[in-house]
């Protein structure tokens, strides 16, 4: 409990030691100031300055104090503060001259405090009694950490390898974990069961014969479920990395939901522990300070891209945290083979680009996104669809997935020039699939066409045409580009036994679906038969990539249902035009000196002009009574209140809708 000075406080309530806490209260040049006079203990000067400025003291316990640093006057900060909660207020009561109590876990915003004191340790414990299960040996154990490693540090760096190759050596060699350890027993359970899922032949091959890979996935899964409070009780860096990796498990093992809110918890935990706000982090040393910045950055990244994949408002945004970027640790410090070109960091510095750099890269990308999700006018996503293409522009080489088609095929054996191969295929995917979300609720909504264009003036049409036409045009080229990723089936088969397979697999999907929709809008285009080869090429993608994995299979199937769909429509609307045609060519030869011979028009012409008035007469390929043309003023109404069109669910209803069935 706190001890309290000699002299008894009286009359003076909590309201009024807050309430003139300001920057004239604190301590002055004046002895005794006036909160020392207030709380009735002796001042002392710690400084000659006339205001102390992140001052840093050790309390009895040892534990750091977090220290806000002065603001100037003259300073409008750009971002809610975490410093705004009564917990803050209390620690700025008792800042440099009582320490704080010990027990305010009760407390909204307090961090938890230790289970157990100093003076009285709990043991450790064996891991068959803290999870119910042992850890494999030695040698399978740093097989399946290898496994991981090649699946997913390069994509999303949750730790510092060394530090975690030497707790991990020491748990196994124990076979006992500290109660302090055991949120990290947790993440090590799981960085297991991902290595083990995506294990590829070669590394499968130092493997003791023994081993069964699908048995230890099924019992250590089971642990996990069992002890998942366990981490909720541990708020530490392990135990929000840990939450964080069984969020992207979920979503391999079919339990989408689940997953979506244990993404949800490993945020908020990361909340809890301020790990949005640098000023409020304890001291550390460089390594762990790049560890925090690396996981929030990796829990940021992931948020944007869920709020998409789900269409859900994303929990985070640009303005609520505060956390520079990470800087290269030796772990993920390798250039590239082949590629000496520089990145461009924090105040313009020039550095060689490294593994690191794609994660840099790709949080600028969805910081971008998130930053105009909230404005669709379509001025403001002409501006975003510029810093998008600006974005793109500013890769470095390493970065750009055509550079490894035609690279030095000497170094296709190279690990280090296959991962950046891969950073840079996905990348490809992503900004494809920024574009796709930014534009895609501007397809085509059933509206009633009388009263889109009631009042409109002839020239304000014109222009929401010419930027339909603009905007329809852009979702296709997108999504062929996605579609020709199959011109590298090397990365892509290495890709398959990464945890980024999931993610790239559901940006296809999203791809597929808004060919198929631009498909059954005019079936009569042109360009039909190439979307119908996009389409296929993409199903080859989510066969190369991930074909075993759950989302991968069942996108498979969605696509491969939409070209049958567009197949079925195309087969009604060829009939439907044949017998208009035959009525048109009966009806001809009852006048005879109207022949297109006789005007001196070509066949090929002719059927060109018939094939618009075709057109004209089934407008959008349907009979859905929507005007002449293709409808383009309704392709500009937001579906509101999404984020993104919900892919899996509703290709369906936009054939309904788009037929007019």
């Known amino acids: 409990m706190l001890e309290m000075p000699t002299k008894e406080i009286e009359g003076l309530s909590l309201v009024g030691v807050i309430s ?3 920057d004239d209260s604190q301590c002055n040049n004046y002895r005794p100031c006036q909160l020392c006079s207030q709380l009735n203990i ?3 000067e710690a400084t000659n300055k006339r205001r102390r400025k992140n001052t840093s003291f050790l309390p009895p316990n ?9 603001v100037s006057s003259t300073e409008v900060p750009t971002q809610p503060r975490s410093g705004n909660s009564t917990f803050r207020l209390v620690e700025r009561l008792f800042h440099n001259h009582l320490p704080l109590p010990r027990n305010l876990d009760a407390v909204p915003n307090c961090e938890a405090q230790p289970a157990s004191s100093p003076l009285c340790p709990v043991p450790s414990q064996s891991m068959e009694d803290v999870i119910g299960m042992s850890l494999p040996s030695a040698t399978v154990v740093t097989v399946l950490l290898e496994s991981y490693l090649h699946a997913a540090h390069w994509y999303l760096a949750l730790f510092y390898e060394p530090t975690f190759r030497s707790r991990m050596h020491q748990v196994v060699e124990s076979g006992s974990v500290a109660h302090k350890e055991r949120g990290f027993l947790l993440l090590l359970l799981i ?28 019992k250590a899964m089971q642990a996990i479920e ?3 409070f366990m981490a909720l009780d541990d708020t530490s860096i392990d135990s929000i990395a840990f939450l964080f990796l069984m969020s992207t498990t979920y979503l391999l093992i079919r339990k989408a939901q689940i997953g979506f809110l244990v993404a949800g918890m490993s945020i908020r935990m990361a909340q809890a522990m301020s790990l949005h ?8 040393n460089e390594v762990e300070r790049q560890v925090r910045r690396r996981l929030w950055w990796a829990i940021y990244m992931t948020d944007i891209y869920t709020a998409q994949a789900y269409g859900k408002p994303p929990v985070l945004n640009n303005t609520t945290f505060d956390v520079s970027q990470p800087t290269d640790l030796d772990d993920l410090a390798t250039s590239c083979p082949g590629f000496d070109s520089l990145e461009s960091r924090d105040q313009g510095e020039m550095h060689p680009v490294t593994l690191t750099s794609y994660n840099r890269y790709k949080s600028k990308l969805y910081m971008l996104v998130a930053r105009g999700s909230t404005d669709l006018r379509p001025e403001q996503v002409q501006r975003l669809s510029n810093d998008l293409m600006a974005w793109k522009e500013a890769l470095p080489p390493q970065l ?5 088609e035609r690279g030095d095929q000497s170094l296709n054996n190279s690990p280090v020039y296959n991962i950046f191969a891969m950073q840079a295929l996905t990348l490809q995917a992503t900004f494809n699939n920024m574009f796709l979300g930014l534009l895609s609720p501007f397809l085509y909504r059933e509206k009633n066409s009388e009263s889109i264009h009631s009042g409109i003036e002839k020239q304000s049409l014109t222009e929401c045409n010419t930027l339909s036409s603009d905007i329809h045009q852009k979702l296709l080229d997108t999504s062929l580009s996605v579609s020709k990723l199959d011109k590298y089936p090397k990365t892509l088969r290495s890709l398959a036994s990464s945890i980024a397979t999931t993610q790239v697999g559901f940006q296809c999907l999203t791809a597929g679906v808004i060919l198929g929709m631009l498909a059954l809008r005019d079936l009569s285009s042109p360009q039909l038969m190439e979307i119908k080869y996009a389409l296929a090429r993409i199903i080859n993608i989510l066969d190369t990539i991930g074909a075993q994995t759950p989302l991968c299979g069942q996108s498979i199937d969605v696509l491969t249902e939409i070209i049958h769909l567009i197949a079925f429509r195309e087969a009604k609307y060829l009939i439907k035009s044949a017998s208009r045609h035959s009525d048109r060519a009966s009806s001809s030869i009852s006048t005879p000196n109207t022949t297109f011979q006789d005007a001196g028009i070509s066949y090929d012409n002719r059927m060109a002009m018939e094939g618009n008035q075709s057109r004209a007469e089934v407008p959008n390929s349907t009979e859905s009574g929507s005007p002449s043309g293709l409808g383009l003023f309704s392709d500009l109404e937001i579906l509101l209140g999404e984020h993104e069109f919900p892919q899996l669910s509703q290709i369906w209803q936009f054939d309904s809708f788009a037929t007019g069935n």
């Open 62 to 70: 040892g534990s750091p104090v977090r220290v806000e640093p002065a």
């Open 20 to 22: 003139p806490l300001t």
């Open 191 to 218: 960085v297991l069961v991902t290595g083990a899922r995506h294990l590829d032949p070669e590394t499968a091959r130092h493997l003791p014969i023994d081993f069964n890979s699908q048995q230890f996935q099924t």
């Open 226 to 228: 069992n002890h998942l």
């Open 42 to 44: 002796e001042c002392k």
């Open 400 to 404: 750009r997935i055509e550079n490894f």
């Open 277 to 284: 706000s640098e000023e409020f982090w304890p001291s550390m």
